[in-house]
């Protein structure tokens, strides 16, 4: 059973707007959040993480929020850029171990 | 130049056949990983090394094997490859003292198994 879903395979945006990205787990082990972005024919990049003993933590247009009694996550990139477009993974991992456990990823097209 | 290269960049071989995808950093980082990606699954954690002499299985290391030459170079093996073998495969290095999960790509190597 996937310990870190990300159940919206695609979302389309509107350039300007805000784009929303969820993620939900089901191991209440994990203590460290990760966002990563791909680009095709690259790898993942880190984008921003954030820990269990804070609720939001903020990178620019970028801001995780976690809400832990929910196990839910969420990404919000304010404004969209067309350079958003991309596939946004969702991963976490706990202090006792050193794997990250990835979501499926959710594609965001941002439409100009 | 990228800090983290991976060769082949696509590869297709036959089932039995042992195939080696080979990893180079220059980011001088003392640990790599590989992971293969599945559609509609998330990354999964096929080794982990954490120095030249330390070598970890991940969560679906059966079927592969690794070897760390180098603190700079990593390579994946698969023995007899078999088509459910056919995916996406990272290679990603993190550096010691910073955030373990901070972790650095390749571009991937796309393989199929026929």
């Known amino acids: 059973d996937q310990q870190v879903k990300q159940n919206s395979p695609s979302l389309s945006v509107q350039e300007g707007r805000i784009s929303i990205l969820n993620c939900d787990y089901t191991?209440?082990?994990?203590?460290?959040f990760l966002w990563y972005k791909k680009y095709p024919a690259e790898g993942p990049t880190f984008l921003i993480s954030?820990?269990?003993i804070k609720d939001k933590n903020e990178d620019g247009r970028f801001t995780v929020f976690l809400n832990k009694s929910a196990k839910h996550l969420s990404l919000h990139i304010v404004p969209s850029q067309p350079g958003d477009s991309a596939v946004y993974f969702c991963?976490?991992?706990?202090?006792?171990?050193?794997?990250?456990?990835w979501g499926a990823g959710t594609k965001l097209i941002i439409k100009p | 130049d990228a800090d983290v290269t991976q060769t082949p960049r696509n590869r297709i071989t036959k089932t039995g056949k042992r195939i080696m995808l080979e990893c180079s950093q220059t980011?001088?980082?003392?640990?790599m990983y590989w992971y293969r990606q599945d559609p509609g699954l998330g990354l999964r954690l096929i080794y982990y090394?954490?120095?030249?002499?330390?070598?970890n299985k991940g969560e679906i290391s059966d079927g592969y094997s690794v070897s760390r030459q180098a603190q700079a170079k990593f390579s994946l093996s698969l023995e007899s490859a078999i088509p459910n073998q056919t995916a996406l495969y990272f290679c990603?290095?993190?550096?010691?003292?910073?955030?373990?999960?901070?972790?650095?790509f390749g571009p991937g190597t796309r393989l199929l198994v026929l």
């Open positions: 990603a290095t993190s550096a010691r003292g910073e955030r373990r999960e901070t972790q650095y």
């Open positions: 980011k001088g980082h003392d640990r």
């Open positions: 090394s954490f120095d030249v002499k330390d070598i």
């Open positions: 191991n209440s082990m994990f203590d460290y």
């Open positions: 954030i820990s269990s």
């Open positions: 991963a976490a991992t706990s202090y006792s171990n050193y794997q990250l456990i």
